[in-house]
Structure formats: C-alpha cells, structure tokens
C-alpha cells in the first residue's frame, strides 16, 4: 500500500536506514556485495573525495577521477559533412564485448537553441532556412568510438560509415499506427532520455514537444480535440505543418541499420526516458515518467520477449498500490472516451487521469537497483506546490516482479541541504549498487534563492556502503549554467559518458556583435553542449571495487 511520505527532518535524512534495509532484503553484509567499507576512510570520518559547491564556469571532477570531451555541439562526424546536434542529453554505449577497442555510441540531441543557432538574427519573424537549422540540430547522434586499449581515452571515428544523424526532418514510421491518418512523421524532437533493449536497439524518448508544432488539447467530455498553436513558440508549422500528435512517442532506433520507429503502444505524453527490464516470465517492461507537474509514472508490459509492438500500458496508482490498464476494449469507460485504442494512446495523460493514475512532482530519472529489483523514480521538484527540491520515490513491486499488477511505495531520498543536493533527475545504479544522480536546478535558477547552497548542477553519487554511505556526493560539477544529463557507463564500467547540456543557458543573450555568453565552456567563445568521457581510479573504485588510493 501506498505510504504516505512526510517531510520531518528524520525523513530529511536519505537513508542509512534504506540501504541496511536494502543490505538485509539481500540477505548479505558488505564483505559478501565485496564492498570495501575501508575504500573512503574508516570510522565515522568522512573522507569521500567530493567535490565542493562552486558558480565557477568549469567541468570540474572529484580527485581520482578525470575527464576528456568526447564531441561537442557543431563537430563534423561524418563524410557527408554531417554534424553533431546541440543539447545533448541520453546516451548509450554498445560494444560487441566489454574489453573490446570500439563501441557505438547514441547520443539525444533535445531542444534547439535559438540564441545559439541564430546568433544575432532576429527570432520573431521566422524564416524556413531558421527552422531547417533548428530540424537539424534535435534528434540523436549514431557515433563509432574507438579507444587505443581498455585504459586510454575514447576518440569518435569521424570516417566510420555507422555515423548518422537522426533529426527533424528524418521520414520515421508508427509501428502501431496511423496517427491522426498518416503512417509516417516528419522527424523525432524533443529527445530527452532514453533505453536500450536486450535486442540492441536504443529507445529515443519524446518529451516536451508543444512548442514545435502546437498542442493537441483533448476533451474528454466530447471525445473531440484540437490544436493550440499559441504553444507553438518555434512556429516550426508556420512552414512545415505537421500534426502535433506526431510527436511525444517513444522512438526505437537500430543502430546497425540507423532505421528508426515510434512506438504506439508504449503511449505519447512528455517522455522523460525508458527503463527497460525483465519480468518473472521473461516478458520485457519499460519504465516511463511523464515529466511535467502532477504527471504520471506508466509502464508498459510487452506481450513478447523480442519486441515492443503488442503488449499492455499501465499506469501507476500509488494511493491503491496498483497498476491500472490502459485498454479500451477492457474498460468500458475509456472505450466510451476514445473508442479505439490508438486514439487512447494518443492521449494518454487524458486517459491515465480518467483511471485515476496518481499525479507526481515530474517524475523524470528510473532506475532498478540490482540488489534488492526496487525501482528507483526522481521526482525533479513541483515548484507550484512548493516542493522545489525533489525527492527519489521506491517503488517495491509484488514478489519483486516487474510484471506485477501491486506494489509498495516509500521515499528512498528527499532533496535538500541535509541530503546534499537538489532536483534530482537522471539515475543510474552501478553494478556495486551505488547510485548516480545527475541535478536539474534550472538555469534561470541557478545558485539564487532557494538553490544558491547548492551551486552549480552536478553529478552525485550515494554510495551503497562503507562511512560515505547515506549521503550524496558531489563527484562532477557542471558549468554555468548547465545540467549533466545521460550518464551511461561503457559495459566494462571504466568509462562514464555523460552529457553537459545547455551550458550558459539563461545567461546568453546572443545578437552581434557583443556576443555576450554567461558560459564559455568548453573551448572559450560561444558555450557548446558537449559529451565528456570520465574515468580514474575513484571510478573504478566504485564501480569495480578496486582499491582507492
Ligand atoms: Fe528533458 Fe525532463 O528532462
Ligand atoms: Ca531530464
Ligand atoms: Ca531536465
């Protein structure tokens, strides 16, 4: 059943109290995870090497850890002179084997930043050649990555023929469809996070896409909808008009192949990313979260193990414990409202509220941990309802069984100064179960009132045992500006990609011929998003155990 979270100073506190609950649902101590609880200093000294708080407009990293920038907004990546997108955020790395010398990288590219793009031109008056640019710098990244041997750097292999660009002016397919009668969309946008399916093909999530096309606003009092174009601020329809619900999917990409899908039946709303994972019985589930105040956390329950094309949506109705299905043909009520299934999915937000689906603060970042098969889910912050720090919700299903139809919840972590940081948003656990976070206090909010202790967004790291644990460390801090988006690890997890998004946004105020930026990272001059690779010692350490210098 649902427990109802409070926010005393006891649960102020992420929790020691989680992870020796965590230890003992495995039945295990430290010495048995082969964590070595003398890794970061002994007793009661906390001696973790974190990082502390600045505004400074650098990529800085904690001792024992270095980095490198992988590729950056506006490099050339292929023969036919194609070139990396701007606000990088997912990323996935696959490699045939973990200590093989090359491996292919997926990067999102997320939002146009007309500031940028257009430095100088004037943004009312639209021009076509503006909106092909912008087309043109969202979507994803298909990148080659080699390396000389398993310890030196990663290099993008600009004359491999795997590099390609998925964008907004890319033909991609329903599997599922038709939507609103067409077959096929013009390109994939507002790319945030994402997955990777057992079968190696990546998952590129939709997430706010209003402002391209316009909004399709559904009543469910008449069944009927239409389209607002006042949220159309790029007014990309003022010359391509393309249907609003084209967008909002979740989009499969193969990466052998480069062809791309939007998946119907995993539903359309603000898609935040996709964890994938396995049920008891083998059928694939993916995790969702509907990025937007008092939105949802769906999963969709595949009806095959090679595949994500039938299979059941649900939505998670935390007061109950219960998911609640998404089909029309078993609800009686929805069948009323939509009529057919595809039109539900369509509007999903529309028809989770109708269920009864519970409304959360943005839930953005899932994760499972690999001990205890929780499912970890930031909850960024609800500014509204005046929770502006966020909070990481546990979700314990039945007989720890994706596949489950009932579940626990409980709050795992609750931002703030106690726990040491704020809006947390993409989460991944390491196979030692430590858990990695990366902030997004927004740019405009950046180091001001009630963020300012906080500094700059970062990359932290709640360790699963030793002195360090129950506490988030400061291990990355991003620019000005900036969030750090999509840490992935590199399968023999020595490598941690991540993404440095948007730096100096809020702050840029573009035009010639000042050109005026509030961030000059990472090359000095214009700010550019960019992939940095990041290793060392106290990586390993962690991911690894290897001993800490
Ligand atoms: Fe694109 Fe919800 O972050
Ligand atoms: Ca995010
Ligand atoms: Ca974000």
């Known amino acids: ?99 093989s010398l090359e491996g292919t990288l997926w990067v999102n590219h997320e939002s146009p930043d007309q500031n940028l793009l257009h430095e100088g031109a004037h943004l009312k008056n639209r021009t076509m050649a503006q909106v092909v640019i912008e087309q043109k710098s969202v979507g994803g990244s298909l990148l080659k990555i080699r390396r000389t041997s398993p310890s030196a750097p990663w290099v993008v292999d600009t004359k491999s023929g795997t590099n390609r660009r998925l964008t907004g002016e890319t033909s991609i397919p329903f599997e599922g469809g038709p939507i609103v009668g067409k077959s096929e969309a013009r390109g994939t946008l507002g790319n945030c996070s994402g997955g990777v399916t057992p079968w190696g093909t990546i998952l590129t999530c939709e997430e706010n896409t209003d402002e391209y096309y316009g909004k399709a606003v559904f009543d469910p009092k008449t069944g009927k909808h239409h389209i607002d174009f006042k949220a159309a601020t790029l007014s990309w329809s003022q010359f391509f008009p393309a249907p609003p619900e084209h967008y909002g999917w979740v989009v499969e990409v193969d990466p052998k192949t480069a062809s791309a899908k939007k998946l119907v039946s995993l539903g359309r709303f603000a898609h935040e990313g996709a964890l994938v994972t396995q049920a008891s019985d083998g059928r694939i589930v993916v995790y969702m979260g509907d990025d937007s105040n008092d939105q949802c956390v769906y999963k969709f329950v595949s009806s095959r193990k090679d595949s994500l094309a039938e299979g059941t949506l649900w939505v998670a109705d935390l007061k109950q414990g219960r998911w609640l299905a998404l089909d029309v043909d078993k609800n009686p009520r929805l069948k009323e409202v939509f009529k057919v299934q595809s039109n539900m999915l369509t509007f999903s937000r529309e028809a989770a509220a109708i269920l009864g689906g519970t409304p959360l603060d943005r839930p953005e970042g899932i994760a499972q941990n690999p001990f205890n098969k929780a499912i970890y889910i930031s909850l960024t912050n609800n500014i509204p309802k005046g929770r502006p720090f966020g909070s990481i919700l546990k979700i314990d299903e039945k007989g720890k069984d994706p596949g489950a139809e009932e579940f626990q919840t409980s709050t795992f972590l609750v931002g703030g100064e106690e726990v040491g940081l704020a809006c947390p948003d993409n989460i991944v656990f390491d196979p030692r179960g430590n858990l990695w976070i990366t902030t997004d206090i927004s740019g405009s909010s950046l180091n001001k009132p009630p963020y300012a202790p906080f500094g700059n967004n970062g990359l932290y790291v709640v360790p699963a045992g030793g002195p360090a644990a129950g506490r988030a460390h400061l291990i990355a801090a991003a620019p000005v500006g900036a969030e750090l988006t999509g840490p992935s690890f590199s399968p023999d997890f020595k490598t941690l990609f991540l993404s440095v998004q948007h730096p100096g946004e809020a702050g840029s105020t573009g035009g010639a011929p000042s050109q005026i930026w509030s961030s000059n990272w990472p090359d000095g001059g214009k700010p550019k998003s960019a992939v940095v690779t990041v290793g060392g010692p106290l990586l390993e350490s962690l991911t690894l155990g290897r001993p800490f210098p």
């Open 1 to 99: 059943m649902y427990k109802q979270s409070t926010t005393n100073r006891s649960e102020n506190l992420m929790e020691r109290r989680a992870f020796l609950e965590f230890l003992g649902v495995m039945g295990v101590g430290l010495g048995a995870l082969g964590f070595n609880p003398l890794a970061f200093g002994t007793g009661n000294q906390q001696v973790f090497p974190s990082l502390r708080r600045s505004s400074e407009d650098r990529f800085r990293v904690a001792k024992g850890l270095h980095y490198k920038v992988l590729v950056r907004w506006g490099d050339v990546i292929n023969h036919q002179g194609e070139t990396f997108g701007i606000n990088n955020d997912f990323t996935a790395c696959l490699m045939d084997r973990p200590e």
